[in-house]
């Protein structure tokens, strides 16, 4: 029989469990950009509270399979985080960002009790169903008492019986990539096999399609050996297992792989290092040659970022902007190839306002493209309304979607000659080797690898498809971050009044000039963006502006950073 009601024993239970996981006083937590993210030692309430919001979704949505990732992603080591996948594999719903919020602000267990019966009520949830949840975490050494807390808020989910599975340590791509295998497998939609061994083999598979064996010469642009910064954590054991599936075709060398050492996560490597510092990881800089390239992933494995040393043996980035031009354009190339036309299947790119201008540019000549708020859920949705969308932030989270439509033509589509037949085919295989679930830096980093191949390109080549313009990020830490309103994906602040206009008359002065202000959604802080032709200026634009922000907010002119002139 449905229900909509907890009974006396589901609130004993939970006010019982809850007792154990009292959130401190003075402490509010937000389900922000990438669920809930803090220091570690402040998360055991929000892991209860989180286990109860993955059963209440999955009885929701008629008991499929919940995910729940515990990462704190390119954090430092003494952070964590958690967030929940949804069963196609992708974010949680983001009116559903509000009830994890409430429950975890709850101040007693009865709050809770009160805050669950309202949720269920308001969503009309029917408790007898039954809850299947799975969960994963990276390797930080805050995870496993994390998990135990979340386990008891999976015990303490009321109504029907709640069934949940630990699988272990895992990239967060892994996980949703599971957590939609689970929920398709035996259906028309199957994903593939629901298994960490299954994702490999179904990469590894798709790359041998496209990339033959090294020898021959259709591999003779794939590089010999491809070393990949592993940040240290979760993304050094995908790395090796995935590099045994592809003996012969690839040799991937994982650097910076202490997962046992204490401190090291993240630091001075990894795809953030790379991004934010533009420089080599020092672990590789005796590593790498020049003009041989390699990548970093991010704590969890989401994030990618490419590098190579030119023949002078100088630093180049390529990152989230150029693997998008990268592979838009690819798309367009094999279609064309295969025969088929824009008209079938139309292809898109979706980026961030923190897209370099000149790759903005650069893609807006060949394809349409849209920009849409920071975080990937923004960015995944909007591609979904294109056949073949793709999506990158400037910082490496990104993927391609193929819709439902792209794949029915992909499989109907009648090759007129052997060459439009095996570019159909690549284009399939394709469709396998990206993960559609969420952005997926191993996966993305052999797709780099099979359009590199295939164009016989390596990095330089890559790199000149545009020249980025220079620009310059900076944070201002504010009292209110909250006081920050934008509109048009970002790009322009409403809030606090005023304030645009002054900083519209301030970018006209600047020759190529561009710059935004937006709270961040991670951290107490507001960010400042801003490009110019010429480097000097760019940085003496972003600086300006961050002393407008500063003196907005009402900072102590004593302490005004003094770069802010
Ligand atoms: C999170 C987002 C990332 C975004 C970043 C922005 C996900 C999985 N991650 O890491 O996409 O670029 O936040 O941070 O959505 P900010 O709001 O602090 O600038
Ligand atoms: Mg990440």
Known sequence: MSSNVLSESDKSKVVDLANRHTKPSGTTYQYGTAGFRMKADQLD???????????????KLDSKIIGVMVTASHNPEEDNGVKLVDPRGDMLEQAWEGYATALANSSSPEEL?????????????????PANVIYARDTRPSGPALVSALVDGLKAAPGGTTTYTDEGVLTTPILHYLVRCKNTLGTEEEYGVPTEEGYYEKLATAFKKLLKPRGSIDSQNAPEELLVDCANGVGTTATEKLAKHLE???KLIPVNTSIDKLGVLNKGCGADYVKTQQKLPPSMVPLLQPNQRACSLDGDADRLMYYYLDRNGKFKMLDGDKIAALVAGFFGELMEHAGISKEELDVG????????????????????VQCVPTGVKHLHHAAEHYSIGVYFEANGHGTVLFSANALNVLRRHQA?????????????????????TVGDALS??????????????GGAEWDSLYTDLPNRLVKVSVKDRGAFKTEDAERRLTAPQGLQDKLDALIKKYEGGRAFVRPSGTEDVVRVYAEATHKVEADELAFKVAGMVYDEVGGDPASRPKEFM
């Not at 929000?46 to 009885?59: E, P, Q």
């Not at 980026?351 to 000149?358: E, S, V």
């Not at 993305?444 to 390109?457: I, K, N, P, W």
């Open 248 to 250: 012969g075709y690839i």
């Open 45 to 59: 309430p929000v892991m209860f509270t989180v286990g109860i919001v993955a059963a209440l979704r999955s009885k």
């Open 113 to 129: 009790v009160h805050q669950i019966h309202q949720m269920v009520t308001a969503l009309q949830i029917d408790l007898s169903k």
């Open 349 to 368: 790119v979706v980026q961030t306002a923190y897209a370099n201008g000149a790759s903005t540019h650069y893609l807006s000549q060949r394809v349409p």
């Open 416 to 436: 007129t000659s052997p060459a439009q037949q095996a570019s159909l085919e690549n284009l399939i295989a394709l469709t396998e080797l990206i993960n559609q």
């Open 444 to 457: 993305d980093m052999l797709l780099v690898e099979v359009v590199l191949a295939y164009r016989g390109h």
